[in-house]
């Protein structure tokens, strides 16, 4: 599929949007994507694609969570990377990059700019504190998709993934972004360093 | 036991060009609306060639005249060619076929052959199709007075079944078009009724059996005759009353028909069934056991029966047994669909070696362009 766009990997249905339009970004598609159901499931299936990044490249997305630092979790779970192979790690979470920017973020959920964090990557939970940010949405309908109901036991609202997939497909500047969210701006410098390696060619 | 080996398309509906292996179990995947279905027609047209009442004009009749079955993408080379080669696994007897043809209502003959091993022992047009071009409406597979040499692929053809049940149509079978053979199962208890009832009752307990797996309230299944002649699926429920209730296919459910159905399929015949989503219905761990099951039930002592079937369900490709060479994949391109085995997917060879199952790869690969826009509808 080198041809069609890039192959890209990542943890859930809810991360598509900011990964087609962070490999927009850089210029290009996205040919493949393998979405795996959550960082576990990512990661058994890392050794793979880890295989399949020595003949192209592979952009992989994957959230710090927990975890203390992403360069001892890269090593942890990819011990000797391909050359194709970009494993990117959010800190925490791919929310913190969509939050970064902070301009969009207040506009789409109708919050004043104040309220949107200015180091998202700090934050311990950016999904949750996205959510908190859409309770206090002046936007009625938005709200509702976003925010879960009291008895629903999930993190998210009903229409979570879908708003925040358009989100990042139609409002989210990537390169705005990367200069509030220091783990964007790396990834975004590894991506295009990766396709610069690998011959592909670049819109700009 | 024989089976076709080999596929070969030219033009065939949104295919234009197919050459691909078939398997003992073959199982096709692909987005909506690639053409699972179109692949398995073209058996089935072969099949409709070949059985009493059909034939060329009334196979393409059936699916509306060449113009509507001919690939849109077919240009240069208008033809429509299907051929398939036909083999006994075991003791290596092969068979070829080869049909094109063309016209625009109705269909002319363009290039028929028959190959048993390396011998030729058709290939029309002949001198007589010459001297009177209106032979080239039939096939010869049709014709008995023609077909002696190679009445064996004929009647191999002509035993194909395909099975897409409808339940509905078996509660109410007054509603189906066709009432023999009808695919979608308007004829299915009749079609139970045919068999003698020694092989009927010992293969309804073998499905009984097999089905007490998935709907454990069910047992006692057998076939009754009500006073107007009809024939009726009857079996006891045990949590409607005490000691259970009869109840007949009225009130089976959705699931429970397409299981019984499906098991009656596999264990009725010998020559290649093809199946469209036998998933449907059923609980996914329940799904999970059909290749399993496909491969145990079809196999006897001449060998194993051939099951081709279209499937969206990914619990039905994620048993480790099933091989890459036993997965098409079947994608849009500008030419026409293609089918490739997934064997031919070198990188599919690696995710799976490295940790992913085979559903994990196939999905992506059979994923529409952006599905999430259904969510905005």
Redesign the interface.
């Known amino acids: 599929m080198d041809a069609n766009g890039v192959t890209v990997a990542f943890e859930g249905e809810s991360d598509?949007g900011m990964v087609s339009r962070l490999v927009q970004e850089l210029g290009i598609k996205v040919g493949?994507?393998?979405?795996?159901d959550g960082q576990p499931?990512l990661f058994?299936?890392?050794?793979?694609?880890?295989?399949?990044a020595s003949?192209?490249v592979w952009f992989v997305f994957t959230d710090l969570d927990a975890e203390s630092c992403a360069p001892d979790l890269v090593s942890r779970v990819l011990p000797s990377p391909s050359n194709g192979m970009a494993l990117r790690v959010a800190v925490r979470a791919t929310e913190a990059w969509l939050l970064a920017d902070r301009e969009k973020m207040a506009e789409w959920l109708g919050v004043r700019l104040g309220l949107v964090p200015r180091e998202p990557d700090s934050l311990d939970n950016p999904k949750l504190r996205l959510v908190d940010l859409a309770r206090q949405s002046r936007h009625r309908s938005l709200q509702s998709q976003l925010v879960p109901s009291r008895n629903s036991g999930r993190p998210v609202g009903p229409?979570y993934?879908?708003e925040i997939?358009?989100f990042a497909q139609k409002r989210w500047r990537p390169n705005v972004a990367a200069l509030v969210s220091p783990s964007l701006d790396r990834a975004i410098r590894s991506m295009r360093k990766k396709l610069e390696d690998s011959g592909t060619e670049l819109s700009n | 036991m024989l089976q076709i080996t080999h596929l070969t398309l030219r033009n065939w509906k949104n295919f234009g060009k197919v050459d691909v292996d078939l398997q003992p179990r073959t199982f096709l995947v692909g987005p909506n609306a690639v053409g699972k279905s179109n692949f398995l027609d073209s058996i089935r047209f072969l099949h409709d060639l070949a059985s009493v009442g059909g034939g060329l004009q009334a196979a393409v009749a059936a699916r509306g005249s060449v113009g509507r079955l001919r690939s849109l993408v077919a240009r240069k080379y208008p033809d429509v060619v299907i051929e398939v080669s036909i083999e006994d696994r075991e003791p290596g007897r092969s068979w070829r076929y080869r049909l094109a043809f063309a016209g625009s209502e109705t269909a002319r003959i363009k290039e028929e052959e028959v190959w048993e091993g390396n011998r030729k022992v058709l290939s029309r047009p002949d001198n007589k199709d010459a001297q009177d071009p209106e032979r080239l409406a039939q096939t010869a597979l049709e014709q008995v007075t023609f077909n002696r040499e190679f009445r064996e692929i004929a009647e191999f053809l002509a035993s194909v079944s395909y099975l897409h049940l409808v339940p509905q149509l078996i509660r109410e079978p007054d509603r189906s078009i066709a009432h023999r053979n009808d695919p979608y199962g308007g004829d299915f208890l009749d079609r139970v009724a045919r068999v003698n009832k020694r092989t009927r009752e010992a293969r309804l307990r073998r499905i009984e059996k097999a089905l007490r797996a998935a709907v454990p309230q069910l047992s006692e299944l057998r076939l009754e005759q009500d006073t107007r002649g009809a024939f009726h699926l009857e079996g006891r429920y045990q949590n409607w009353r005490p000691y259970g209730a009869r109840q007949d296919e009225t009130v089976f459910s959705d699931g429970t028909l397409r299981l019984i159905g499906l098991l009656w399929a596999i264990a009725d015949g010998e020559a290649p069934l093809l199946l469209e989503e036998p998933e449907l219905s059923l609980h996914p761990d329940v799904v999970r056991q059909i290749p399993l099951m496909l491969t145990r039930v079809t196999r006897s002592p001449a060998g194993q029966r051939q099951v081709i079937l279209s499937t969206h369900s990914m619990d039905l490709i994620d048993d480790e047994g099933i091989g890459l060479d036993e997965v098409l994949l079947l994608q849009p391109e500008d030419g026409g669909t293609s089918v490739k085995p997934m064997s031919q997917d070198s990188?599919a060879g690696?995710?799976?070696?490295?940790?992913?199952r085979v559903s994990?790869v196939v999905r992506?690969?059979t994923?529409p362009d952006s599905p999430?826009q259904i969510?905005?509808f």
């Open positions: 598509r493949i994507s393998y979405c795996c499931n058994r299936r890392l050794p793979g694609f880890n295989c399949a003949r192209s229409g993934t879908t997939n358009l | 990188e690696w995710l799976l070696q490295g940790g992913s994990e992506p690969r994923r999430e969510a905005l």
